[in-house]
């Protein structure tokens, strides 16, 4: 039996202490990764130590057999499932895992404690169902990183909030991350339908050939080649994200909620081995993922604090190796929610209309220099330095350049003398001027062409290295010149329909 850590320990503790009071409808809140499911088997396995069964309850039934898996592996091996035709169909089982989707359509078993994963995705059918007579006295346990559902708290009594995601950053236990946000995208026009964005004009919005295409050079120049979970508005977008990375020659799986179980080990197993870098989905990987991700691509803007925390936490685990997390934001969320550690509440919602509402904190803000997004309250850009006397905010960024959004010192990173940071990586400079050469001589590029790109990129001409070899293109050396050469002909567009509109409005 593994043992809880301090947070897993406190939430059982107050979690037994309110069950002790006589409440029977008590929420957990973990963040994503914090072990919810190593809690709940220790759960299961003192409810059992008292003769007591036990039903765990999923919102979908792919969580089923990773749910039983992640139950063996704590010792629980005496489980039956409640699903159609499902091998381990047993109802004399002690612990019973059942979808939400499955117990609509049946009897429940008899159970004296109901653990409900995700309980802040709320099914009519299943809360009417607790309201039964004959399960006033069962204890029903809402798990959740995010149980912040408008109307929640008419089902559930209690809250018990142990840990915050910046608490466990700050123990180690998460992953530290670092954001970088592009300019803003243009939502005019698009509706608030049911408390988020309407998602057929907001695919519009974002399913554009511009944008997508700054997705894809954000993340040759940014990504660093780290495994990836790209979250797109739709399905069209998804896979218009997909094809686009396929067209620079970087292979992308691809998710959503039609792709099969068996389809999904694929993309799943592909990742894993690195033949996929990225994964575009359709928020189908937004629960129950516990995949190696370092870097998530946001293109899918909400209003909706649940599903933003949701994605962010696909990224968030610990990893042998993993320093951070690269968040990618083209979305502007973190101008509309913050950092993923400013989103926190304290109580459940109980669906009444709110009397006095807590002032929410600062966003942060854009550099009106290099338009960096520098924390709240944080004056001296940490990018470059720029302190603003009296600039108005909202100056424009160019070509969908992302720029860092990050908490702490305000310190700028520095790197080795004689060196180029490029694609996250320092290179010395007569490498990368080795690596240019060899580039244009590939490409059969007009002589001068690797000097040219030198001087713009390191600031000088490379006098000092002109007789040094040719060096073999490394990986990030050419996903930055693949993303400049993209940024190169959108510019070239730009102008051209410019001047094309000058010529047009002279006549």
Known sequence: MRHLFPHQAEALARLLAKAREGSRRIVVQLPTGAGKTRLAAEIILRALAKGNRVMFVVPSLSLIDQTVESFASDG?????????????TDPSKPVQVASVQSLIRRDWPDV???????????????????KAEEMRDVVVVGLSATPWSPGLGKHYTDLIVCATTKDMIAAGRLSPFRVFAPAHPDLTGVKTVGGDFQKGQLEKAMNKATLVGDIVSTWLRMGEGRPTLAFGVDRAHARHIQAQFEAVGEPCGYVDAYTTADERKVVRDKFHNGEYRIVSNVS???????????????????????????????GLRTAPGKE????????????????ITDIHHDTLDDGRPKVSQKRKPPLPKECPKCTFLRPPKV??????????????EGVESEDGDLCEVVRGTGTKATGPLGHVQIGGVWIHNADFYGMLRRYGKERRYKEGWASRKYKDTVGSWPNRYYDVPDRTVSWEVKCWLKADLIRRAKRFEKDRKQQGGVAHGGQ
Do not use: M
């Open 379 to 392: 004056k001296e850009c940490p990018n470059c330095g720029f302190v603003p006397e009296g600039i108005p």
């Open 324 to 339: 951070d997390l690269i968040i990618l934001d083209h979305a502007d969320n973190h101008k509309r929610h913050g950092f």
């Open 112 to 130: 004296q404690v109901v653990l409900v994963d995700e309980c802040h995705v709320q099914f009519h059918s299943f809360l009417e169902s607790l």
């Open 284 to 314: 189908c990987l937004t629960t129950g993922t516990d995949w190696d991700v370092r870097c998530i691509i946001d293109a899918r803007p909400t209003k909706s604090e649940i599903l933003i925390t949701q994605i962010y936490g696909r």
């Open 76 to 88: 629980i091996h005496d489980v039956g499932v409640i699903q159609a035709d499902h091998p381990l």
